[in-house]
């Protein structure tokens, strides 16, 4: 079993930034990948970044503003210069070894 506990979310306004934090804990072998997803209300789940090994992977709509950087099994999201359409619940994802992990999600509300 693993866990995933995220942490940051929040409300901010436009131009404002948030750190999100996923730190995976228990029966992990070989994290090969971590990243982060979102959704939007009404809208499908969609990659935001991450990380495999030294390569990193953006959604276009985040490059530049967003940062993804992993610290063992800990991986973080810095989000500057965030937009109203950054709206939406963020999901950790973590693949250990053949498996794949969801976080319970953390929502992160940007005002205009």
């Known amino acids: 079993q693993v866990q995933l506990v995220e942490s940051g979310g929040g409300l901010v306004q436009a131009g404002g930034s948030l750190r999100l934090s996923c730190a995976a804990s228990g029966n992990i072998f070989n994290i090969v990948d971590m990243g982060w997803y979102r959704q939007a209300p009404g809208k499908q789940r969609e990659l935001v970044a991450r990380?495999?090994?030294?390569t990193t992977d953006y959604a276009d709509s985040v490059k530049g503003r967003f940062t993804i950087s992993r610290a063992q099994n800990t991986v973080y999201l810095q989000m500057n210069s965030l937009k109203p359409e950054d709206t939406a619940v963020y999901y950790c994802n973590v693949i250990s070894g053949s498996y794949g992990y969801w976080g319970q999600g953390t929502q992160v509300t940007v005002s205009s």
């Open positions: 990380t495999r090994e030294i």
